[in-house]
């Protein structure tokens, strides 16, 4: 059996159940990222102020598309908070306040989505399934510049 667009049913299953954790894992991460921009402190401030909220929006847009994509597939996107915190990889992060700290949690943040993204890509990929391969791609190479350039700031 397949669903509306042209994929078996028992792979989009497995997928959204993936898709819906890993928009957990998008979700706990936003809001720890909209915590360290609203508490960094020290002389990079500005900097980093800037840069979180950068990263804040860019993790909303991604749960849009995460979400619409489960929705292609014939899935519902959790969206209940406890729900995600129960499916999430990724733990609240709560009272970090420092350049270095705040810094390293991001990049940590980053390399568990990354981990996700790739699981995810990897069964996408054998699927035949494009339009998440496409998605997954996409984070994936615009979260390995992340990567790259918040490990420079710690050099």
Known sequence: MEVQIGLDKGYTEKVVEKLNAFLSDVQVFY??????????????????????????DSLNDMADEIAERILMLGGSPVHAF?????????????????????????????????KAEREILSMASDAGDDGTVDLMTGFISDQEKMVWMYSAFLK
């Open 31 to 56: 809001m720890n990222v909209r915590g360290y921009h609203w508490n960094i402190s020290g002389k990079n401030f500005f900097l980093l102020h800037t840069k979180f909220e950068e990263l804040y």
């Open 82 to 114: 406890s729900k995600y915190l129960k499916m999430a990889t990724l733990s609240e992060k709560e009272n970090v306040s420092s350049s270095e700290e705040t810094v390293k949690e991001v990049l940590n943040g980053i390399k568990q989505l990354l």
